[in-house]
T-cell receptor, first 114, second 114 residues
Framework: AQSVTQLDSHVSVSEGTPVLLRCNYS??????LFWYVQHPNKGLQLLLK??????LVKGINGFEAEFKKSETSFHLTKPSAHMSDAAEYFC????????????FGSGTRLSIRP | DVKVTQSSRYLVKRTGEKVFLECVQD?????MFWYRQDPGLGLRLIYF???????EKGDIPEGYSVSREKKERFSLILESASTNQTSMYLC?????????????FGPGTRLLVL
């Protein structure tokens, strides 16, 4: 069985400081892992994805994530937060090709303090 | 760019009404999805479709049905709306069959059932 856990429901950081959003997954097979961002009253947009190539994945807007198999983690980071990063972030794991095997985390709301 | 559009951003309906939510994608994707999003629960899959006239139930299909008569259009139907169906509804599409494929989301429809 596969699952995904976002360890923090809410993270608050000051503008200009680093961002860390944590995601742990469970999968019996090699997963594909995604981070999506959702700004208020908008749909989800892909930030980055891991698909068994490089373990350090760079995404849009300065975000990156590192796939760590030994820790079953795929944490999202950014060196310096910007006010525009305030949004909800979802970690997603997929296995096989079946659409029903797309599992969303419960989301982390990121707040940025001026 | 892939575009996924949803027919309404906001809807207010009364209990017992039949409700149609429409979703259109312009990238010839085989797969289309309907999710509902509720605070603290992340995204939950209602139905998905992997081809015209083909559908599979997701995690929470009760009270919903779907229709896919054309490849670009996927409709979600609430046969008799109830207050517990008040939610944000998100449509997504995805090409190919690999688990590594990206989902593209519409802007969402916020439904209020009175």
């Amino acid at each position: 069985a596969q699952s995904v856990t976002q360890l923090d429901s809410h993270v608050s950081v000051s503008e200009g400081t680093p961002v860390l959003l944590r995601c742990n997954y469970s999968s019996s097979y090699s997963p594909s892992l995604f981070w999506y961002v959702q700004h208020p009253n908008k749909g989800l947009q892909l930030l980055l994805k891991y698909t068994s190539a490089a373990t350090l994945v760079k995404g849009i807007n300065g975000f990156e994530a590192e796939f760590k198999k030994s820790e079953t983690s795929f944490h999202l980071t950014k060196p310096s937060a910007h006010m525009s990063d305030a949004a909800e972030y979802f970690c997603v794991v997929t296995v096989y090709s079946s659409a029903s095997k797309i599992i969303f985390g419960s989301g982390t709301r990121l707040s940025i303090r001026p | 760019d892939v575009k996924v559009t949803q027919s309404s951003r906001y809807l207010v309906k009364r209990t017992g009404e039949k409700v149609f939510l429409e979703c259109v994608q312009d990238m010839d994707h085989e797969n289309m999805f309907w999710y509902r999003q509720d605070p603290g629960l992340g995204l939950r899959l209602i139905y998905f479709s992997y081809d015209v006239k083909m559908k599979e139930k997701g995690d929470i299909p009760e009270g919903y049905s779907v229709s896919r008569e054309k490849k670009e259009r996927f409709s979600l139907i609430l046969e008799s709306a109830s207050t517990n169906q008040t939610s944000m509804y998100l449509c997504a599409s995805r090409g190919g069959t690999g688990g590594f494929e990206t989902q593209y989301f519409g802007p969402g429809t916020r439904l209020l059932v009175l």
